[in-house]
């Protein structure tokens, strides 16, 4: 089993930046991928940022990264859009190919 928990969501300014966390803990050496994806009001959940890709939308202004002493994976989020106000998720499969979700935390993009 692995668990997920994020952090670091908040309001800000349209052309703001945030810093999302995401902390793994237990079966860590049996995760394959994390990453990070994102669910606004009506809309169904897309890939934000994953190993070796991203959304069109947010090329060139979100960066993935991760800090394996840690067992963290960050997304940088600069000159946010108000498009960018959804709820992120951080998510990690295993070896076995089973998927993990973090709880979300709410981003919110003001204009």
């Known amino acids: 089993q692995v668990q997920l928990v994020e952090s670091g969501g908040g309001l800000v300014q349209a052309g703001g930046s945030l810093r999302l966390s995401c902390a793994a803990s237990?079966?860590?050496?049996?995760?394959?991928?994390m990453g990070w994806y994102r669910q606004a009001p009506g809309k169904e959940r897309e890939l934000v940022a994953g190993?070796?890709s991203y959304a069109d939308s947010v090329k060139g202004r979100f960066t993935i990264s991760r800090d394996n002493a840690k067992n963290t994976v960050y997304l940088q989020m600069n000159s946010l859009k108000p498009e960018d106000t959804a709820v992120y998720y951080c998510?990690?499969?295993?070896?076995?190919?089973?998927?993990?979700w973090g709880q979300g935390t709410q981003v919110t993009v003001s204009s």
């Open positions: 998510h990690a499969y295993d070896h076995l190919g089973y998927e993990y």
């Open positions: 237990g079966s860590i050496l049996s995760i394959n991928a």
């Open positions: 190993i070796t």
